[in-house]
């Protein structure tokens, strides 16, 4: 029996219009252009606005889009799955709001929660619901509204964050094209030095926890950037020394937007060139979630049927990982 591969047939993004520059931070907090560029490399970031617009919002515009693309009506999608950390309201799901939206009205949905590396967790559970042979049609999206959890005043966060999404469909392939391998890890030692603690069953809202900005995202930014220049690296060369793939092999890295100097790190390590690695946090900033679904949007016409692609991610957790995805379809021939 032929095993049943799951490949992306279609790519669907959207980022608010919104930008919220380097020049209007320096308004807000002390900082500015040059540090901001250096440290991070981003130039601006999208912004949601606008009262009771969450990520699904986001979600459902990325999905609308890959449904026309791929002339899909939303009810033969099978499942839904949001990765994301920034939900609409702990539930229903903002899987469960896209799938209403959209008339996703056969699906099931739920949302993961893996921080950044939440796209790639999603995509390797996707392609083992398509893998299963009772799936058909698997959306996995990437969405983050970040400027909900982001403390305005606190220079070290405020500079890197962004809103956005971005979503894949999944169908079954048979020329051995699509996801092809998963690395996925974590570890909670890193619980203490990046974290969105208020609202959890162990630190309920109160007025308190709300005068403590238990409601803004925090991190230990120089802590953080060790690990994840580490064990994101580690992640995508692993990928390649199992499956023998020299950096000749690999078309493109699409690693998850969290600064500039992350992302060369891990370029370097895989001894790949940065002509290869796709890089947009110049333009959106760290959109969590929604980086690398993002990247796979902004560069779908430059993919060719049989690329190899490396994916690979950190976040909070901790959590990281890899995928090795052989890219199934020529978009400017469809």
Excluded at 33 to 54: N, S, V
Excluded at 58 to 67: D, F, I, Q, R, S
Excluded at 205 to 223: C, H, I, L, N, P
Excluded at 268 to 278: I, T
Aim: with cysteine; charged share 25%; hydrophobic share 40%.
């Amino acid at each position: 029996m032929a095993t049943i591969g799951a490949a992306i047939t279609a790519v669907g993004g959207w980022v608010p219009p919104y930008r919220l520059t380097n020049q209007e931070l320096e308004k807000l907090v002390d900082t500015n252009d040059e540090w901001i560029r250096t440290r991070t490399g981003i130039r601006e970031r999208r912004i949601l606005k606008g009262e009771g617009q969450g990520t699904s919002v986001m979600a459902t515009k990325a999905v609308e889009e890959l449904c026309q693309k791929r002339n899909l009506d939303p009810a033969e999608i099978d499942a839904v799955i949001c990765a994301t950390i920034s939900p609409d309201m702990l539930f229903p799901c903002t899987a469960n709001l896209v799938c209403e939206a959209v008339g996703a009205k056969n699906a099931l949905s739920f949302d993961m929660l893996a921080a950044c590396s939440g796209f790639i967790y999603a995509l390797e559970t996707g392609a083992n619901y398509i893998r299963s042979g009772l799936y058909k049609k698997v959306v996995v999206i990437g969405a983050d509204k970040m400027s909900a959890t982001i403390n305005y005043q606190d220079r070290e966060t405020c500079v890197i964050f962004g809103d956005g999404a971005g979503a894949v469909l999944l169908e079954p392939n048979d020329e051995g094209l699509g996801v092809i391998d998963a690395i996925l890890r974590t570890d909670a030692s890193g619980k203490d030095l990046i974290f969105l603690r208020g609202g959890g069953s162990a630190h309920p809202m109160t007025e308190e926890s709300v005068r403590r900005g238990d409601q803004y995202f925090k991190q230990d930014g120089r802590a953080v950037f060790k690990h994840a220049v580490t064990r994101m690296a580690d992640a995508a060369e692993q990928m390649m020394v199992r499956h023998g793939l020299s950096s000749d092999d690999v078309a493109y890295l699409v690693p998850h937007q969290a600064n500039q100097r992350i992302i060369k790190a891990t370029a370097e390590r895989m001894g790949v060139d940065m002509s290869k690695v796709l890089v947009n946090i110049d333009r959106y900033g760290n959109t969590t979630g929604g980086t690398i679904p993002l990247c796979l949007w902004d560069w779908e016409t430059t993919f060719k049927k049989g690329d190899n692609l490396i994916l690979a991610a950190f976040g909070g957790g901790f959590t990281w990982g890899s995928i090795y995805l052989k890219w199934a379809y020529d978009a400017r021939q469809n």
